[in-house]
C-alpha cells in the first residue's frame, strides 16, 4: 500500500523487463493516491493476469480519465470499471496485464520493483515500490511411453507421463510430430503416432524451458502376411473351378501374383487373389502365390492343384419300350464331361426302322417285335467316354375298334355309322368276319356301315381291321332296328277368336313320307275343317273349348296320333283414341271414335257417366259438341262388332278454363341493386301454378330470376353495377289450364348520382372537417390563454373558473379562418386564465400564496353561423379544459391539462347533422428569460368521435354514420409585455398547428344509398402578428378592465381529400371530394371589457370583427364571460 501527498498524474510500473505507463487525468488535482500491489504476486508464466489496483482521494471531484500505456510491445492492459471514477472507494480502478510468451526471460529472480509517479498541476514526484514475486517454471523431464511399440503405419494412441510436462510446446517420435496431441496436465500427455520407418525412435518434448528425450522409447514394427487357405480344394477336368486366396497381417490392398510353379492349363489368378478357370487337363500342379501389401511387403504360400479326370455318365439308365409300328423317338444325354458330346452305338443290334444320331437321338419306326440289346458309348470334348448297355423291348400293337357298340337303327330310316381303328398303323381295312347285318345294309373295306334297314329286330355280327403291317384287331356287335315312332305337330293348338280367320298345319315325323291326317276323335269348332294334308282352317263363328284327336299314317303303314283342345275365345275389342284430349270452356269439341278387334262394322254408346254439357256421342262414334262448363268427367265408352262382340273404355274428359294472361311493367332500379316485381298482380287466369322466364337478360347487365310460391311469383333481377338503361326480361305464367303468352318486365336501371356533387355530403364533410378544426382551435385557444396567465404570477395563482358564451356568424363561401376561433371571443384574454389579468396582485381573489402549484379551469359555449351560397352551416360549439402548473423557477412554468370539447353542426335545412367530440390532454411551459419577455409551448394530442345524420336527397330519408380518429396540436408563442400602472400593452407572434385523422366509416340506414368514406387527413397551421391592449380602473365595486386585440393571421393549411363511394359497391372507393381550404389572410380586431365584482365575481362582454384580406367575406362575434374565483 502506497500513500502519494499530491495528485499522481502518471504511474510507471516496472515488473522485470516490463513497464506499465498509467496516466490519470482529474480535474481539479487530487488530494491523494493510494496504489495497491500486483495481484497475483507470483508471475507463472505466458496467458496469467497481473493486475494492480489504485485509490484516488480528492474532495468534490470527479475522475474523468485514465490512460493506461506500457512500452513492452507485447503487453495489454485495460482498466475497470468504466470512467468517471467517484472518489472515496475502496478501490477506483484496475489496471490489468495480460503476460505474453517472452515475458518468460523478462524476469530472472525474485526482486523488488520501483513505482513511480510524477506530479500533476500542483507539482512533485512520488515514489513507491510493488513487490512481484516470480517462480521459474521447471524443465520437462520424460519417464515412459505407452504402449512402446506399434506398426510403421501410425495410428496408435499412446500416453507419455513425466514431469513439467505443462508447457510442451513441441511432442516428436522418430523426429515426427506425434498427432493431436493433448497436455493433460503437468505430468501426462496424450496422441497418436505418425507412420515411421521399422524400428525404434527416440521420443522428445520440449518446451521454453528445455527439453527431453526418452531414447528408443517406441519401436516400429514390420508386419507378418499370411496367405488362406493353408490348402486348395481339388478341381475336375472339364468343370469351372473357383477360389478366392486371402492376405492378411499387412496393409490392404494386397496384390497376388505366381511366382513359382505352374498353374493348370485353363486356370489363372487375378490381381485381387481370385484362382478360377477351366481345367482341361488332369494331374497334381504345384506352384507358389505370393501376395503384396499397400507398403511393399509380401507373403508366400505353395500349393498343390490336383485335377482329376471327369466321369461321364449316359442317360437314362433304360430305355422306355416299344411298338411295332409306332414311331419310336428317345434321345441320350451325357453327363460329368465338357459338352458337345457324340455318341455311337459300340455293341448289339438295335431294332429293326430304327437308327442312333451322333448327338444321342435315338429315333425312328420299328416295323418287327421283339427284345434288342446294345452298348451306347459317349465321348466329350475333351475325349473323354462313358459307355451304357441298353434293353429295348418292342412289342406288336393292340389295334382297337371304335365304337364299341353300334347306335340303334329305326326301320325305315336311314342308317349310316362309321367303324374305326386305332393301335396299328393306317391305312387299315375293314371286313364282317362273322354274323350277318341287318337287310338292307352293308359294311364298306373303310368301315362304313350304311343302308336303310327294312325290318325291325336285333342283328349280331363280327368286324375285322387289318393295319398297314399286318396286325389285326376284332370287335363284335348287336345292332338293333326298331319300329319307327310317328309324332305330330304341334304339340299344342294356338287358341283362336271368334269372328276372325283361323289357320293352322299339322305336320308328322319319325315315320316315312307322305303322310296322311285324319279326324279320329271328338268334334272341330263351328266353320273350321282339316284337310287329308293336315290344314286346319276355318272362320270360328263360336266361342268354347273343342277337343279332338288327329291321327297321321306315314308312306309305310305306320300310324301316330295326338289329342288337342283347341280354345275359340271371344275377340278383344278395343276403342281409339285410348284417352280423349283436353277441352277447353266454350271452344268447339270433335273427337272421333273408332274400334278394333272385332267384326266390323260398330257401334258406339255411353255405358257410364256423364259427359259435359254440350257434348253427345253419336253410334258411329263421333263425339263433337262445344262445352258449357268445365272439369273433369268420368264416362264409359262401349264398342259392339256385327257378332256381337263387345268392349269398352273409360275415359276422363277434361275441360280447362281459359290459359292465364301475363302483362307488361317497367320497374326502376339502381345500377348495383337488386329489383323485383309481382308477375302476378294485373295478370288474368289465377290461381298461377308457375312462372317461367323465356329471355334473360345480357350478363353484362345483370342476372334474373323467379322466386314465389302458392300462386304469387316475382321476378327478380340483379343489376350490375355497370348496367344502366332499359333491360327487357321475357316470362310467362301458367295455371292449372296452360301458360300464358310472353310478357316482358321492362327494369329501368338508373345510374346512382355522384356523392361528391351532392351538397348534402359537401356539407357534411365540410362540418366534420371544420369540427376537427375548431376542436383543436378550442384547446389552443383555452391553454393559451393560461399561458398568458403565467406571465404574471399573481395571476397565475388566482384560482378561478370561467364560462363564455359566444354568438359567431359569418358570410362567407369557406371558413375565414381557425386560428381566432378559440373561445369565439377573447379567449385568451377572458377565459381560462385563472384571476384578473393586469389587476394588482393583492385584489386577486383566491391568490395561493407562494405555493409554486396552481390550479384552473374554464370552458365556452360558441353558437354560430355561415352562409356559403349553397348550405347554411349552424353549429354550436363547446370547448372546457382544466389543468395544472408549477413553477420549476423564477424563469419558467410548466404544466398538463386535459380538455374535452364538443361541435353539434346543422347542415342545410334538410336535417343533415354532424355532432363531434374531443377528449384532450397537454403539456405547456411559459419561459421568461427577461423581464416582460416571453416564449409560450404547448403540445397536445386528442382523440376525436363522430356522428352524422345526413340527409339523402334521392330518397328523403337519412343515412347514419359514426367515425373515430385523433388529431396532434401544439403552438410557438412569443412576445413582449409593458406594464406601467394599469396599462398593459404586449406584442406578440404566434405559431400554431393541428394534424386530425379522420377513420374510414360506413353509412347505415338508407339502403344502395349508404355511403363509405375513407380515411381523411386535416390540417391547420397559422402564423399570427398580434398586439393586445388592457388598462385596469380601480372602481368602488371592483375593477373596470376595458381591453382590445388586433390580430393578422395568415393560414398555410391546404384543403382535406376525402374518398367517397357506395357501401354496396365493390369498386372501392371512387369518388373523391376536397374540402375548400380556410381563407389564407385575414385581419381581426376585438373590443371589450371585464368587471371585477368584488373580490369573487367577473362580468365580461366581447365583440369581434374577422376580415378577409381576399375580400373573401366577413365575420361577427359577440361573446359574454361568467367569471368566479374560488
Not at 130 to 154: A, K
Not at 220 to 234: A, K, W
Request: negative net charge; contains cysteine.
Amino acid at each position: 500500500m502506497f500513500g502519494l501527498a499530491r495528485v499522481a498524474a502518471a504511474i510507471l510500473v516496472r515488473v522485470g523487463a516490463l513497464f506499465l505507463f498509467i496516466a490519470i487525468l482529474m480535474a481539479p488535482a487530487a488530494a491523494g493516491v493510494t496504489i495497491t500491489g500486483a495481484t497475483p504476486s507470483t508471475f507463472s508464466g505466458p496467458g496469467q493476469t497481473i493486475t494492480f489496483h489504485f485509490r484516488i482521494d480528492q474532495e468534490n471531484a470527479i475522475i474523468n480519465s485514465v490512460a493506461l500505456t506500457m512500452n513492452h510491445p507485447l503487453g495489454a492492459v485495460s482498466c475497470s470499471p468504466a470512467l468517471p471514477i467517484q472518489p472515496f472507494e475502496t478501490t477506483n480502478c484496475t489496471a490489468t496485464y495480460v503476460t505474453q510468451l517472452s515475458n518468460s526471460f523478462d524476469i530472472v529472480q525474485y526482486g523488488t520493483y520501483d513505482l513511480t509517479t510524477n506530479g500533476g498541476p500542483r507539482g512533485g514526484n512520488v515514489a513507491g515500490q510493488v513487490t512481484v514475486t516470480y517462480v521459474p517454471p521447471g524443465v520437462p523431464s520424460l519417464s515412459s511411453i505407452s504402449p512402446t511399440s506399434g506398426p510403421v503405419t501410425g495410428g496408435t494412441s499412446v500416453t507419455i507421463t513425466g514431469v513439467n510436462l505443462g508447457d510442451v510446446t513441441d511432442v516428436t517420435i522418430g523426429g515426427i510430430a506425434l498427432i493431436g496431441t493433448t497436455v493433460v496436465n503437468a505430468t501426462t500427455i496424450t496422441g497418436t503416432t505418425p507412420a515411421n520407418t521399422a524400428g525404434s525412435k527416440d521420443v522428445k518434448v520440449t518446451a521454453l524451458t528445455g527439453s527431453s528425450t526418452l531414447a528408443g522409447g517406441f519401436t516400429y514394427l514390420t508386419p507378418t502376411i499370411t496367405l488362406s487357405p493353408t490348402s486348395l480344394p481339388p478341381a475336375t477336368a472339364g468343370n469351372a473351378y473357383s477360389q478366392s486366396v486371402i492376405a492378411t497381417g499387412g496393409t490392404a490392398p494386397y496384390s497376388f501374383t505366381v511366382s513359382a510353379g505352374a498353374l493348370p492349363p485353363g486356370v489363372s489368378l487375378t490381381g485381387g487373389g481370385t484362382l478360377a478357370g477351366t481345367p482341361t487337363t488332369a494331374g497334381v500342379y504345384n506352384f507358389t502365390v505370393t501376395a503384396t501389401d499397400a507398403n511393399g511387403f509380401i507373403g508366400a504360400r505353395a500349393y498343390a492343384l490336383s485335377i482329376s479326370a471327369p466321369a461321364i455318365t449316359l442317360a437314362p439308365s433304360t430305355l422306355a419300350n416299344g411298338t411295332g409300328g409306332i414311331a419310336y423317338a428317345q434321345g441320350l444325354s451325357a453327363t460329368g464331361g465338357t459338352a458337345p458330346y457324340s455318341f455311337a452305338l459300340t455293341a448289339g443290334t438295335l431294332p429293326t426302322g430304327v437308327t442312333l444320331a451322333a448327338d444321342g437321338s435315338l429315333s425312328g419306326t420299328p416295323t418287327t417285335a421283339g427284345s434288342f440289346n446294345f452298348t451306347v458309348t459317349a465321348t466329350d470334348a475333351n475325349g473323354f467316354t462313358g459307355a451304357r448297355a441298353y434293353a429295348l423291348s418292342i412289342s406288336a400293337p393292340t389295334i382297337t375298334l371304335a365304337p364299341s357298340t353300334l347306335p340303334a337303327a329305326v326301320a325305315g330310316s336311314a342308317y349310316a355309322e362309321d367303324i374305326s381303328a386305332a393301335g396299328g398303323t393306317a391305312p387299315y381295312g375293314f371286313a364282317l368276319s362273322a354274323g350277318a347285318l341287318p337287310p338292307g345294309m352293308s359294311l364298306s373295306a373303310s368301315g362304313s356301315l350304311t343302308g336303310t334297314p327294312t325290318t325291325a329286330g336285333s342283328f349280331n355280327f363280327t368286324v375285322t381291321a387289318t393295319d398297314a403291317n399286318g396286325f389285326t384287331g376284332v370287335h363284335a356287335y348287336a345292332l338293333s332296328i326298331a319300329a319307327p315312332t310317328i309324332t305330330l305337330a304341334p304339340s299344342t293348338l294356338p287358341g283362336g277368336t271368334g269372328g276372325i280367320a283361323y289357320a293352322q298345319g299339322l305336320s308328322a315325323t319319325g315315320g316315312t313320307a307322305p303322310y296322311g291326317f285324319a279326324l279320329t276323335a271328338g268334334t272341330l269348332p263351328a266353320g273350321l275343317t282339316l284337310t287329308a294334308d293336315g290344314s286346319l282352317t276355318g272362320t270360328p263363328t263360336a266361342a268354347g273349348s273343342f277337343n279332338f284327336t288327329v291321327t297321321a299314317t306315314d308312306a309305310n303303314g305306320f300310324t301316330g296320333a295326338r289329342a288337342y283342345a283347341l280354345s275359340i275365345g271371344a275377340p278383344a275389342i278395343t276403342l281409339a283414341p285410348s284417352t280423349l284430349p283436353g277441352g277447353t270452356g266454350g271452344v268447339a269439341y270433335a273427337q272421333g271414335m273408332s274400334a278394333t278387334g272385332g267384326t266390323a262394322p260398330y257401334g258406339f254408346a255411353l255405358t257410364a257417366g256423364t259427359l259435359p254439357a254440350g257434348l253427345t256421342l253419336a253410334a258411329d262414334g263421333s263425339l263433337t259438341g262445344t262445352p258449357s262448363e268445365a272439369g273433369s268427367f268420368a264416362v264409359t265408352i262401349e264398342a259392339a262388332d256385327a257378332l256381337g262382340f263387345t268392349g269398352s273404355t273409360s275415359y276422363m274428359l277434361v275441360i280447362d278454363a281459359p290459359v292465364p294472361v301475363a302483362s307488361d311493367r317497367t320497374v326502376e332500379i339502381l345500377a348495383g341493386t337488386t329489383g323485383r316485381a309481382s308477375l302476378t298482380d294485373g295478370a288474368t287466369g289465377s290461381p298461377f301454378t308457375g312462372a317461367a322466364i323465356v329471355s334473360h337478360p345480357p350478363a353484362a347487365a345483370g342476372a334474373a330470376s323467379i322466386e314465389g310460391s302458392g300462386g304469387n311469383y316475382d321476378l327478380v333481377f340483379a343489376a350490375t353495377e355497370t348496367a344502366s338503361g332499359a333491360v327487357a326480361v321475357t316470362y310467362t305464367l301458367s295455371n292449372v289450364w296452360g301458360v300464358s303468352a310472353p310478357a316482358t318486365i321492362t327494369f329501368s336501371v338508373m345510374v346512382r348520382p355522384d356523392p361528391s356533387e351532392d351538397p348534402e355530403v359537401i356539407g357534411l364533410l365540410t362540418a366534420q372537417v371544420d369540427s376537427a378544426r375548431r376542436l383543436a382551435a378550442a384547446q389552443i385557444g383555452n391553454f393559451n390563454g393560461r399561458l398568458e396567465r403565467l406571465h404574471n404570477e399573481s395571476d397565475r395563482r388566482a384560482a378561478s373558473i370561467d364560462l363564455r358564451i359566444g354568438l359567431q356568424r359569418e358570410d362567407a363561401s369557406k371558413p375565414l379562418a381557425y386560428a381566432g376561433e378559440e373561445g369565439g371571443v377573447d379567449a385568451r384574454a377572458s377565459g381560462f386564465p385563472l384571476g384578473n389579468p393586469g389587476a394588482p396582485a393583492g385584489n386577486r381573489g383566491g391568490a395561493a400564496g407562494d405555493s409554486r402549484i396552481a390550479f384552473w379551469a374554464g370552458g365556452f359555449v360558441n353558437f354560430g353561423s355561415r352562409e356559403d351560397g349553397a348550405l347554411d352551416l349552424d353549429q354550436t360549439l363547446v370547448g372546457v379544459s382544466a389543468g395544472l402548473d408549477w413553477r420549476f423557477s423564477p424563469k419558467f412554468v410548466g404544466g398538463i391539462g386535459i380538455g374535452y370539447g364538443r361541435d353539434a353542426v346543422d347542415v342545410g335545412d334538410n336535417g343533415t347533422e354532424s355532432e363531434a367530440q374531443a377528449f384532450s390532454a397537454a403539456v405547456y411551459g411559459s419561459y421568461q428569460p427577461t423581464a416582460g419577455v416571453f416564449l409560450d409551448g404547448l403540445l397536445g394530442f386528442s382523440r376525436l368521435e363522430f356522428d352524422s345524420h345526413r340527409f339523402v336527397t334521392d330518397t328523403g330519408g337519412f343515412a347514419e354514420g359514426g367515425r373515430d380518429g385523433h388529431q396532434v396540436f401544439g403552438s410557438l408563442s412569443a412576445g413582449y409585455e409593458h406594464r406601467r400602472g394599469g396599462l398593459l400593452l404586449s406584442p406578440y407572434t404566434r405559431f400554431q398547428a393541428a394534424w386530425s385523422r379522420l377513420d374510414a366509416f360506413t353509412e347505415t340506414g338508407s339502403g344502395p344509398y349508404n355511403l363509405a368514406f375513407g380515411d381523411q387527413d386535416a390540417e391547420m397551421v397559422a402564423g399570427v402578428l398580434g398586439l393586445r391592449v388592457e388598462y385596469h380602473v380601480p372602481t368602488d365595486w371592483g375593477t373596470l378592465v376595458p381591453r382590445a386585440r388586433l390580430e393578422y393571421t395568415h393560414d398555410f393549411a391546404g384543403s382535406s381529400l376525402a374518398s367517397i363511394g357506395y357501401a354496396d359497391l365493390s369498386g372501392g372507393l371512387p369518388y373523391a371530394l376536397e374540402i375548400d381550404p380556410i381563407s389564407r389572410d385575414y385581419l381581426s380586431l376585438q373590443a371589450g371589457f371585464d368587471a371585477e365584482l368584488g373580490a369573487d365575481w367577473q362580468l365580461g362582454l366581447d365583440y369581434r370583427l374577422s376580415l378577409g384580406l381576399d375580400g373573401d367575406g366577413h365575420s361577427h362575434a359577440v361573446g359574454l364571460k361568467i367569471g368566479a374565483n374560488f
